[in-house]
Nanobody, 118 residues
Framework: QVQLVESGGGLVQPGGSLRLSCAFS????????MGWYRQAPGNQRELVAD???????NYADSVKGRFTISRDNAKFAVYLQMNSLKPEDTAVYYC????????????WGQGTQVTVSS
């Protein structure tokens, strides 16, 4: 069984930065695709960024050039560096781990709140 624990959320002013971390507990981390999603009040959960087991990254258009996803296979962790934050980035951010060819291997963290406000 996989467990994901996010950390690093908080309150930041517009233009500021935060780094989210996701700790993966379980086995075979290196074969999982990892992603960050977010959900703002009244909105559906949306993909922010993901990274494949081989390190290929993908970003939502709204965060390209501002956010960077990375993974450390030795530490079983994935990160989201968020720069130039905007009020519209305010949301609960969730970590996801999945094996693309096996639907039953799809896990979520509990989420961490990011609030961008002056």
């Amino acid at each position: 069984q996989v467990q994901l624990v996010e950390s690093g959320g908080g309150l930041v002013q517009p233009g500021g930065s935060l780094r989210l971390s996701c700790a993966f507990s379980g086995s075979a981390f290196n074969i999982y695709a990892m992603g960050w999603y977010r959900q703002a009040p009244g909105n559906q959960r949306e993909l922010v960024a993901d990274i494949t087991s081989s390190g290929t990254t993908n970003y939502a258009d709204s965060v390209k050039g501002r956010f960077t996803i990375s993974r450390d296979n030795a530490k079983f962790a994935v990160y989201l560096q968020m720069n130039s934050l905007k009020p519209e980035d305010t949301a609960v951010y969730y970590c996801n781990a999945k094996i693309p060819w096996a639907d039953e291997y799809d896990f979520w963290g509990q989420g961490t709140q990011v609030t961008v406000s002056s």
